[in-house]
């Protein structure tokens, strides 16, 4: 059964860290109708806008421009919803997504993901989600993101990608080799282990190893662990 709109538009917040969006999406997901309001945040203050009323829904474009991490709105997002009821809807539009970006999506809390493009075409979608959310833009459960992706089922990526962001940004940006990075042998090694026990990468493949006297490794390759904050973080060209 459809919701009132009159309802839930006045406990909607809206994440936004493009500046340029920020003032006309409040607009477009009232779709024009009179009487809806829905307030807008950066990422970075998404939790302290949760006071009064509980929202219905949340709303976020992914893409935080300007910042080593492409998408670190996400990580507002999953503050937000983490501190939410249950019921509440998380929905997410962003431009560029593959299926390790859709899964940081899923595992922020948010069960719609739609495409910016689409959107740009067809804004009326995005005022109905208030209403009934489209289901051809339900996301896959973030454990079937995490099989497609080869990672371990019960990995969470967004704790490690937090330490992630803590370190300079020529680690995750840079060209450079390993040992040109500014970083100590000790914490790639650190690195390594979170991104296996916290985030769910999986150690190379012990079949590379069976012709060689050099062991499997038990953990990820450095050049696993940068390949995969780089896709994350939107540092790759991404493919859907």
């Not at 307030?39 to 080593?68: I, K, M, N, Q």
């Not at 998380?90 to 560029?96: N, P």
Request: some cysteine; glycine content about 8%.
């Amino acid at each position: 059964m459809s919701r009132d709109i009159s309802s839930v538009a006045a406990s909607t917040l809206i994440i936004c860290d493009d500046l340029l969006l920020a003032a006309a999406l409040p607009t477009l997901v009232g779709g024009g109708r009179g009487g809806v309001h829905a307030r807008t945040c950066r990422s970075s203050s998404a939790l302290s806008e949760l006071t009064g009323a509980d929202p219905t829904h949340v709303f976020a474009l992914a893409e935080s421009p300007g910042r080593l991490d492409g998408y670190e709105a996400l990580a507002g997002l999953g503050a937000a919803l983490q501190a939410l009821p249950s019921d509440c809807v998380g929905v997410v539009i962003a431009r560029q997504h593959d299926d390790l970006v859709r899964l940081r999506i899923g595992e922020a809390g948010a069960k719609f993901l739609y495409d910016y493009d689409i959107l740009a075409s067809n804004p009326a979608l995005l005022a109905s989600a208030l209403v009934e959310p489209d289901e051809r833009f339900r996301l896959p459960t973030r454990w079937e993101l995490r099989e497609r992706s080869g990672l371990a089922w019960d990995g969470d990526a967004e704790p490690f990608l937090a330490e992630a962001r803590e370190l300079p940004r020529d680690v995750w940006a840079s060209s450079c080799k390993q040992a040109q990075l500014p970083i100590s042998r000790r914490e790639v090694m650190r690195l390594r282990r979170l991104a296996f026990e916290v985030a769910g990468l999986p150690a190379p493949d012990f079949r590379r190893f069976g012709t060689t006297m050099r062991a499997a490794p038990g953990l990820p390759e450095w050049s696993a662990v940068r390949a995969f904050v780089r896709r994350m973080f939107g540092l790759e060209r991404l493919s859907a």
